[in-house]
């Protein structure tokens, strides 16, 4: 791959200014608080469900509760993954009956990912509502499904990888298009 197969979409200034723009958004969404739980798909959705958090706190004085799910075991193509697939840690902060939970992720593609965390999320209880908010929205959706709250949209082609670095897993901040880099990390969800 040449180094002009690679176009930085947000350096870490657009980043936050994305985040606090959803952080915003996500109040609006919910008519503020009252009820309201960030959940992240593990591995990036975690920490940007932290950073929500944080910006809403930030904004309104109120601690909003956050939570983690790991999708592995309710994927469709688990079988193809191999035999000892790596599972992340799930904790959510309690039961989410009644509450307005919003499934925080990096980057929605096919929709799959988020379809696994809405099975996931039927064994912790019926939340009154389910919103669904990504730094990236890179098109290419296999199912209905549509994210209520976008950081940023961006057309890639199906040999395309969006990447999405962040601070605290990869030491940097930065979303990038990567051109026939296939899905890569950032871009099955």
Known sequence: MTRTDRSVMMDARALARALQRMAVEVLELNHGTENLVLIGIQRRG??????????????????VPRGAIDITLYRDDLATIGPKPVIGETHLPGDLTGKHAVIVDDVLYTGRTVRAALDELADF???RRISLCVLVDRG???LPIQADIVG???KCGPGDRVDVLIEEVDG???V???KGG???SGGTS
Request: no cysteine.
């Open 140 to 142: 290419g959706r296999e």
């Open 176 to 178: 990038s298009l990567v």
């Open 172 to 174: 940097r901040e930065e």
């Open 152 to 154: 940023k949209q961006v």
């Open 125 to 127: 209880g019926r939340p």
């Open 182 to 184: 296939g899905p890569g």
């Open 46 to 63: 975690v920490e940007l469900a932290e950073r929500l958090g944080k910006l809403i706190e930030k904004d309104e004085g109120v601690e």
